[in-house]
């Protein structure tokens, strides 16, 4: 699903911040209204995926994704989701109950989403952001990867985050093997 109105057919992968980088602060309002601030994630690996509530590629990860916590979570892998769609904050809670998440998940300014991931939306050259965007980030607060919706990584998604997270685990580099770095621009 995409994000934006703008030249269609393109990759993210050009309008991306480059990686490795410190992670910059973002904000996760919960509906709860209680604020998670990702610094606070500080020691855990984190998985951060900003998501459409409404994207089915979106619901997806997130589902792998809490299979994954559960497995994980108690060895300090942490994932988050950011909804940054319209009327997100009204979405979350239907979205947490279908999936069944026990992570984190609530609302991030979409402007604040964009200006993490490096997308530019008033760039004429930058097309849609397609999501999820997936970002991984190690215990040090260093965003090792990032993926847009369209990336290889999702065509085999469950195997490559399980092979990221492992590898993140175990405080190596993060992967950037053929089977899951970033499909090129068209």
């Known amino acids: 699903m995409t994000l934006?109105?703008?030249?269609?057919?393109?990759?993210?992968?050009?309008?991306?911040?480059?990686?490795?980088?410190?992670?910059?602060?973002?904000?996760?309002?919960?509906?709860s209204g209680e604020q998670i601030l990702l610094s606070s994630m500080r020691g855990k690996v984190v998985a951060l995926e900003f998501l459409l509530t409404t994207c089915p590629h979106c619901q997806r990860c997130s589902g792998i994704l809490q299979q994954m916590y559960a497995e994980f979570g108690p060895k300090g892998f942490q994932p988050l989701g950011a909804a940054i769609n319209d009327n997100a904050r009204a979405l979350v809670p239907e979205f947490i109950y279908k999936l069944g998440v026990k992570y984190p998940v609530?609302?991030?300014?979409?402007?604040?989403?964009?200006?993490?991931?490096?997308?530019?939306?008033?760039?004429?050259?930058?097309?849609?952001?397609?999501?999820?965007?997936?970002v991984f980030i190690d215990r040090k607060g260093i965003v090792q990867v990032q993926y847009a919706g369209d990336a290889d990584f999702f065509k085999n998604?469950?195997?490559?985050?399980?092979?990221?997270?492992?590898?993140?685990?175990?405080?190596?580099?993060?992967?950037?093997?053929?089977?899951?770095t970033r499909k090129s621009s068209k």
């Open 106 to 134: 609530g609302v991030t300014p979409r402007e604040m989403a964009y200006e993490f991931l490096g997308y530019n939306q008033n760039d004429p050259n930058a097309g849609p952001m397609l999501m999820p965007q997936l």
């Open 157 to 180: 998604e469950e195997v490559n985050m399980r092979t990221q997270v492992e590898a993140m685990m175990k405080g190596t580099a993060a992967v950037k093997s053929a089977a899951i």
């Open 4 to 31: 934006g109105a703008t030249a269609a057919g393109m990759s993210l992968e050009a309008f991306t911040a480059p990686v490795p980088r410190k992670a910059p602060e973002v904000t996760i309002t919960l509906n």
